[in-house]
Antibody, heavy 127, light 108 residues
């Protein structure tokens, strides 16, 4: 069974740093593309970052230069290092597993969609 | 960036009703569109991918259609457990994906 369990959230002062973790089971993180998506209180979903199976990383403009996505293959865990935190970073942060298409009949293709999500971890930035 | 606009922002319907939610992209995204359902305090659930393909385990009363810029999520016969907020997501510009602002579905 695929499971994603986030941790590491909490109350942090503006300008501070935090590392979020997403422990995966039931599949191999390094074989999938994985993303972080956040949701501010009462708001919609906002994509934050992705790491491809090959290790390439990409970020939303709103977090570029402040956030860093990584993974530990030995722990089958995804991370998000968040620095220079601002009040508008306050949100529930979800990790999500990428969904692959097998329709081509060849190798599975990343689609940009997400089939499994963790329960989320809340980051509150406030003094 | 590709903008996704959903309508309506909220809808109230009765059990058994047919419900439609629309998602419009700011540019052609072919069929690179997914739909998710989110219940309060829970993670999003993956419902439909590539505009019209039902994810495994999702009830057949859910269906999706559309291509290009206009897409529709239909619930053919609303059930009490279908309440929540529905989001569309485009992946045409993956990795730079974007979500719609959400449509809140309330059961009368």
């Amino acid at each position: 069974e695929v499971q994603l369990v986030e941790s590491g959230g909490g109350l942090i002062q503006p300008g501070g740093s935090l590392r979020l973790s997403c422990a995966a089971s039931g599949f191999t993180v390094s074989s999938n593309y994985m993303s972080w998506v956040r949701q501010a209180p009462g708001k919609g979903l906002e994509w934050v970052s992705v790491i491809y199976s090959g290790g390439s990383t990409y970020y939303a403009d709103s977090v570029k230069g402040r956030f860093s996505i990584s993974r530990d293959n030995s722990k089958n865990t995804l991370y998000l290092q968040i620095n220079s935190l601002r009040a508008d970073d306050t949100a529930v942060y979800y990790c999500a597993r990428g969904f692959y298409s097998y329709s081509s009949g060849y190798s599975p293709s990343p689609t940009g969609f997400f089939d499994y999500w963790g329960q989320g971890t809340l980051v509150t930035v406030s003094s | 960036d590709i903008q996704m606009t959903q309508s309506p922002s909220s809808v109230s319907a009765s059990v058994g009703d047919r419900v439609t939610i629309t998602c419009r992209a700011s540019q052609d995204i072919s069929t690179w569109l997914a739909w998710y359902q989110q219940k309060p305090g829970k993670a999003p659930k993956f419902l439909i991918y590539a505009a019209s393909n039902l994810q495994s385990g999702v009830p057949s009363r859910f269906s999706g259609s559309g291509s290009g810029t206009d897409f529709i999520l239909t619930i053919s016969s609303l059930q009490p457990e279908d309440f929540g907020t529905y989001y569309c997501q485009q992946a045409n510009s993956f990795p730079q994906i974007t979500f719609g602002q959400g449509t809140r579905l309330e059961i009368k």
